[in-house]
C-alpha cells in the first residue's frame, strides 16, 4: 500500500501486537529534499509520542539507504473518507470528533511546533456503535517549529491555507487553526467556506479580507453555538482576530 511518499505494511510483532512499518518509497530515498523531510516527520511523531489523538512512534531506523517507521496500528479510515460516505454517526458526534482532533493540534502546538497540513485526509477515526469516536492526527512530514520563519517553499494544502501563508509568506499554528476550522465548516456546512468558480477564485477568496464565509446557521441550523463561534473565529482572515492557538479555540468551544 502506498501513501505520499512512503510504502505501507502492515506487520504483527512477537507480541502479537499489530503495527504499521512505514518507509520511504525506494523511488524518492535518493532525492534529498524527500528523504531529509521524510526523516525529520518521523522524528517529529516520536517527539509528540504518546498522546492519545496521536498516531504513536515505536521505533524508526534505516534499512540499508531507506528510512522507515513503526508507527502504532489503528483501526479507522480518514475524516475524508466518512465526508465522501456522509456517514450519519460522523454528524451525530461532530461536537464531540472535533474537539478530540482539536486536541490532538493543540497538543502539537503545546510540544512548539506547528503541523501545516490540517485537512480532512490526516485525520483518521474510528467510529462504533458502542463506544465514544475515537480521533488521532498521522502524517508529520511538513511539521516545523513554531518560530520556524526562515526561507521555504510554500507548504500545505493551498484549500485549506490561511491568508498570511498566501500573502504574507509565513506560518504560525493560528495557520493551522484557519485550516482546521476550514475542516470543521465543511463537516459542519457540508460546504468549503470561500469556494469559488476556479482554483484561483478559491484562493483569492481565502486571502482575501473583505471575502467571509456564510453564516454556518444559514446553512445548518442545527449545529450548537459554541461550535459555530470556534469555527468562524478560527477562519477570522486577521492573525490577531484569530485563535493563536488550538487551545484558545478549545476554549471557545467549551465556554458556557
Known amino acids: 500500500m502506498s501513501g505520499g511518499v512512503a510504502d505501507l505494511y502492515s506487520a504483527v510483532?512477537?507480541?502479537?501486537?499489530?503495527?504499521?512499518?512505514?518507509?520511504l518509497q525506494p523511488t524518492k530515498v535518493l532525492s534529498l529534499n524527500s528523504h531529509l523531510r521524510f526523516r525529520y516527520g518521523l522524528k517529529i511523531r516520536e517527539v509528540l509520542t504518546p498522546h492519545p489523538n496521536i498516531i504513536g512512534s515505536m521505533e524508526w531506523?534505516?534499512?540499508?539507504?531507506?528510512?522507515?517507521e513503526i508507527i502504532e496500528w489503528f483501526e479507522g479510515h480518514s475524516i475524508k473518507n466518512y465526508i465522501t460516505s456522509r456517514n450519519e454517526q460522523l454528524y451525530r458526534d461532530l461536537v464531540y470528533v472535533l474537539s478530540e482532533a482539536a486536541e490532538g493540534l493543540a497538543w502539537i502546538h503545546a510540544s512548539g511546533f506547528m503541523h501545516l497540513d490540517v485537512k480532512p485526509e490526516n485525520f483518521l477515526l474510528r467510529l462504533s456503535p458502542t463506544a465514544r469516536p475515537v480521533v488521532k492526527i498521522t502524517d508529520f512530514d511538513l511539521v516545523r517549529r513554531a518560530n520556524d520563519q526562515g526561507p521555504?517553499?510554500?507548504?500545505?494544502?493551498?484549500?485549506?491555507?490561511?491568508?498570511?501563508q498566501f500573502v504574507q509568506k509565513i506560518s504560525t499554528p493560528a495557520s493551522d487553526v484557519f485550516a482546521f476550522s476550514i475542516m470543521a465548516y465543511q463537516l459542519a456546512t457540508g460546504r468549503m467556506p470561500f469556494a469559488g468558480k476556479s482554483e484561483k477564485d478559491t484562493w483569492r477568496n481565502q486571502s482575501s479580507e473583505s471575502v467571509e464565509a456564510r453564516p454556518i446557521y444559514e446553512l445548518n441550523p442545527n449545529i450548537a453555538g459554541q461550535l459555530a463561534d470556534a469555527i468562524m473565529a478560527g477562519m477570522e482572515k486577521r492573525l490577531d482576530k484569530r485563535p493563536p492557538t488550538m487551545k484558545e479555540?478549545?476554549?471557545?468551544?467549551?465556554a458556557h
Not at 517553499?153 to 491555507?161: D, E, F, L, N, S
Not at 479555540?249 to 467549551?254: D, F, G, H, P, V
Open 249 to 254: 479555540w478549545l476554549e471557545i468551544l467549551r
Open 61 to 68: 531506523g534505516y534499512h540499508g539507504l531507506q528510512p522507515y
Open 13 to 23: 510483532l512477537s507480541d502479537g501486537r499489530r503495527v504499521l512499518i512505514r518507509s
Open 152 to 164: 521555504r517553499r510554500q507548504v500545505g494544502t493551498p484549500a485549506y491555507m490561511a491568508p498570511e
